[in-house]
């Protein structure tokens, strides 16, 4: 549970005792919030001294009467404005005209409690400023989450396509300026490095685009009943040169299962997840593909003998833009965002993703989604 703290600037002694008195114990609780709120009270009997315990240890709401000796509440709230603490406001008031009311508001009051006030009124007002609260600060992680993840694409794209663009001019200038010689055959390792750095290009912005669309695209207008064996075999068919390349065996078990879905979402998570398993693999491995369903879910099970994870790198493998860089990684590429993009699709189905792994030994990665 949360406490708020309330800050109550009133000159009557009776009305800031009445207001502790009265949230005392008071608890607020929406089915949209994590945990409940509880409150603790302060008090200020003018509003110098509010100011002062502004600055010392500012509160989330402030009750504010507007008739002060000294500085009136009116001048509390521009100060507050001019500011720009980040405070929650309810004026207290035995008047206030319109001019005051509408001026107030401007000023960021958010509510207003008239004079005298039952326990009732005071009650609902809190709770419904807590809930003001509780909306902004969900707003405000949203906004700074956001801030984050695009500092953080453009951290990966000046990083991650700098480094193959700088290869790839240096491989035409060999080329340009005949280097190596007159013949084609002479530039064959060169022409392979290249379309190389061209695919791990390719593959980031891809992993790209496909996190944006998760996070932004909505669903409800692309479902259908998709065949799951169906997208599983496309996705294998699209890994298996790669495995060809690598002398990795690839089994795959499973009948028909069918599943509510966005198509493009399974292959998302079908294809990242069998890229993983093959790219982190030993030469000469194996990666087994198996659904399933068991009783109210379905299962999809990727299992490789490849160089495995420590518990420490498990821990961090679903967060975005991580990458688990060691000496058995070394060399293979990555944005770091396709188990991520897996988990994200898998919780918005209502499922989740696990993993086991033993360093040297292998990964199992299981994707549980409901069916109903």
Do not use: W
């Not at 114990?25 to 603790?40: A, K, L, R």
């Not at 997208?231 to 089994?251: E, F």
């Amino acid at each position: 549970m949360e406490t708020l703290s309330i800050l109550v600037v009133d000159d009557e002694p009776g009305i800031r005792s009445g207001v502790k008195r009265i949230l005392e114990g008071h608890q607020v609780s929406f089915p949209f919030m994590d945990e409940d709120y509880q409150f603790e009270c302060r008090e200020a009997a003018t509003g110098e001294e509010a100011l002062l315990m502004l600055e010392v240890a500012p509160p989330e709401i402030l009750l504010l009467d507007n008739k002060l000796p000294g500085i009136d509440g009116m001048e509390v709230l521009e100060i507050i404005k001019q500011k720009n603490m980040d405070i929650m406001v309810a004026m207290i008031t035995s008047y206030a005209s319109l001019e005051i009311a509408a001026k107030a508001t401007d000023d960021g009051a958010r509510d207003f409690i008239p004079k005298p006030f039952t326990p009732a009124e005071l009650k609902s007002s809190i709770d419904l400023i807590a809930k003001q609260y509780f909306l902004k600060k969900i707003t405000r992680t949203m906004k700074e989450e956001g801030k984050k993840i695009r500092y953080q694409f453009l951290s990966v794209l000046s990083h991650e396509l700098k480094s193959p663009l700088n290869a790839l001019e240096a491989y035409l200038r060999m080329i340009h300026e005949r280097e190596l010689g007159d013949s084609l055959n002479d530039y064959d390792a060169v022409l392979e490095r290249s379309l190389q750095r061209v695919e791990g290009m390719r593959s980031l912005i891809m992993d790209l685009l496909d996190f944006t669309k998760i996070r932004l695209e909505r669903k409800e207008d692309k479902m259908e009943r998709v065949d799951l064996k169906d997208r599983a075999q496309l996705a294998l068919a699209t890994i298996k040169p790669l495995a060809i390349q690598r002398n990795i065996k690839i089994r795959f078990t499973g009948k028909k299962l069918y599943y509510d879905a966005d198509p493009s979402d399974l292959d998302i998570m079908f294809n990242n997840l069998l890229s993983n398993a093959v790219k982190y693999n030993r030469e000469g491995g194996e990666v087994e593909l198996c659904l399933r369903q068991k009783q109210q879910h379905l299962e999809i099970l990727v299992k490789d003998t490849g160089i495995g994870m420590s518990e420490e790198e498990v821990s961090l493998l679903f967060k975005e833009f991580v990458r688990i860089k060691n000496s058995r990684t070394r060399g293979i590429s990555g944005s770091g965002l396709g188990l991520s993009i897996v988990s994200k699709i898998a919780e918005l189905y209502g499922g989740h993703i696990y993993v086991e792994s033993v360093p040297e030994k292998g990964s199992e990665f299981s994707v549980i989604l409901p069916l109903t």
